[in-house]
């Protein structure tokens, strides 16, 4: 039988998380009441979206011999165990570790917290790490190999209106939801300085309720805002418009970001707070970006402008994927898989 998948909602990657999964290793997404009742292996999507609901599940199905996985998304502040809270997770995880029918799977590799091999079975890279399809790859050299060489016939107006926002001067791009966790407040309080500095700057993305004033300090001055949802293609624009992406978030998100996951396999550098996750995951495989220390300066950018060799790039993507693919076909207990 094949597996099913349980996210709670469809928010954020999620919805792009479950379409991979269901192409790359077939089986459907479920409902609550399947957890409990179907044979087959389950996967949780995400375990912090319902941490009780995976223990109570896992354990009910380990009784009756079923698998169950799950993707733990931020397992540092659970082995850091600074609170009563994260204290429970890590005892009720170290005994789900104890269940062979049990698998949990940290998102975050294990050699970046030694700590993290104490509650979690394995480790894969984020899927927005090694999902990337051959199509939008093309599309991505496409819309820059045009432009460069001055035969952009496309009508893609996103990276259009970016590059004449940009008019010459380097640009940084925060994509997606604006969240004080995506560190939107953090590129407000600083925007001024770097503009100063050279850079200009475009948000891309619908603004949460509670970044109003950051929206409003941005645009002061002189950044560009587009407050809406993208799609795919617009993504994309913005992505190939990028001389970096900004992935500096909030210490309280330190996780695996699909913003970060998708700018490394396309090549685009990125802007990352020193000793985060995405510092780690960058300089561990050599990927190109700016690190951000106590103080803001874009202009180290200067010294690191040129991007990897995207043959180079295709072939570190490839060695994540299958690497995660067949840590997950074993840990879905799927006999054979046809890892690209």
Not at 213 to 222: H, P, T, V
Not at 260 to 267: E, F, P, S, T, Y
Request: proline residues 2%; aromatic residues 10%; glycine residues 6%.
């Amino acid at each position: 039988m094949t597996p099913g998948y349980y996210s709670q909602s469809l928010d954020g990657h999620r919805a792009a998380y479950l379409d991979f999964v269901v192409k790359r290793f077939g089986g459907e997404r479920i409902q609550v009441g399947d957890l409990f009742r179907r044979s087959s292996v389950v996967m949780f999507l995400m375990i912090e979206e319902n941490f009780v609901l995976y223990v109570l599940s896992a354990f009910w199905r380990s009784i009756l011999g079923r698998r169950t996985v799950g993707l733990l998304f931020r397992p540092g502040p659970t082995v850091q165990r600074k609170t009563l809270k994260h204290l429970f997770k890590w005892l009720l995880l170290r005994i789900l570790k104890l269940l062979p029918e049990v698998h949990t799977l940290s998102i975050v590799p294990i050699n970046f917290d030694e700590r993290i091999s104490l509650i979690v079975d394995n480790w894969i890279h984020d899927f927005q790490l090694w999902d990337i399809s051959e199509n939008e790859i093309i599309l991505f050299n496409n819309i820059k190999n045009q432009y460069e060489s001055d035969r952009f016939a496309e009508n893609f107006t996103l990276f259009e209106k970016a590059k004449k926002h940009a008019n010459g001067r380097p640009l940084l791009v925060a994509l997606g939801m604006q969240t004080r966790n995506k560190g939107t407040e953090i590129l407000a309080r600083y925007i001024s300085n770097d503009v100063k500095r050279g850079w200009t700057v475009l948000v891309a993305g619908r603004f949460a309720s509670d970044q109003q004033q950051s929206r409003q300090l941005i645009e002061a001055c002189g950044g560009l805002v587009i407050d809406k949802y993208l799609s795919d293609i617009e993504m994309i624009e913005v992505y190939a418009a990028a001389d970096a992406v900004w992935c500096l978030y909030d210490p309280a998100y330190d996780q695996a970001s699909g913003i970060l996951g998708r700018a490394i396999q396309l090549g685009v550098p990125t802007v990352v707070r020193d000793g985060s996750y995405s510092a780690k995951l960058c300089e561990n495989e050599k990927i190109n970006h700016i690190l951000i220390r106590k103080e803001m300066n874009l202009n180290i950018m200067k010294e690191k402008s040129n991007i990897n060799n995207f043959d180079e790039i295709k072939k570190k993507t490839s060695n994540r994927g299958v690497r995660s693919a067949e840590c997950l076909r074993k840990a879905l207990n799927i006999e054979n898989l046809d890892i690209q």
